[in-house]
């Protein structure tokens, strides 16, 4: 039995584009793979730990090549334990609308939490940088109030597409899979559907085929 992390990245409920092409996604994926477990982890609802002080300092000691101790150490065991749930999946779908041009602070803390050396990523002289969460599929829904479609001037404020896309490379995943449902809000009502039916439709080959 295999298992898809399903990590939620808007407030919105059913108003949510992306939420509900995550749900046409998961709909066909379970159709797909009916034995597999299907977790969600809604990062506005999961109480995660502000990634600061010990935290933090924990991170530069694992980065300055030490092992933490005391305090450092039981704040590196919170971090490892949420990145053992993460790296438990055999399959992921992140969901998100555009923040700002980038990502809801939410899911930035997740990542924050998550990308760590010696968990998710190595790095040496010799090889540099390498992710360790590797071999896995990853697929990425990408909803925005606007557009910003590539080889136009608008695709130079996307900062919620391409960071998705290249911190989740610097851990490891390759072949990521983006569905992006535009506009939102701008184009109009109309406009907004056609973007979800599509989207939608999109969301859910990725989804048998992942
Ligand atoms: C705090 C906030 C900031 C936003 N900033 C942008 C933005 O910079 N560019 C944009 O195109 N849309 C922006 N939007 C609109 C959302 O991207 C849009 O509503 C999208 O559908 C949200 O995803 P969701 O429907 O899955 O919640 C913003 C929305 C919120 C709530």
Known sequence: MGQLLY?????????????????????????AHPDDMVTTLDVFERDLPPFDGFMLQAKYTVLHGASPTGEERAAWDQVTAIVDEFKAADRYL?????????????????LDIIVQPGLTFTYSA???????????????I????????????????DFQRPYLETVLRFIGFEGIRT???????????EAAERARSSALARAAELGAEI
């Open 94 to 110: 992140i969901a998100t609308g555009m923040w700002n041009f980038s990502i809801p602070y939410r899911l930035k803390q997740y």
């Open 142 to 157: 990408c909803a925005r109030g606007g557009e910003y479609p590539p080889g136009t001037p608008g695709a130079a404020l």
């Open 126 to 140: 010799e090889r540099g940088y390498q992710g360790m969460v590797t071999g896995k599929p990853l697929a990425l």
């Open 179 to 189: 569905v992006v449902i535009e506009p939102t809000l701008m184009g109009g009502q």
């Open 7 to 31: 990590i939620q990245a808007s407030p919105r409920g059913d108003r949510s584009y992306s939420v509900s092409a995550a749900h046409a996604f998961i709909d066909a994926y379970r159709s």
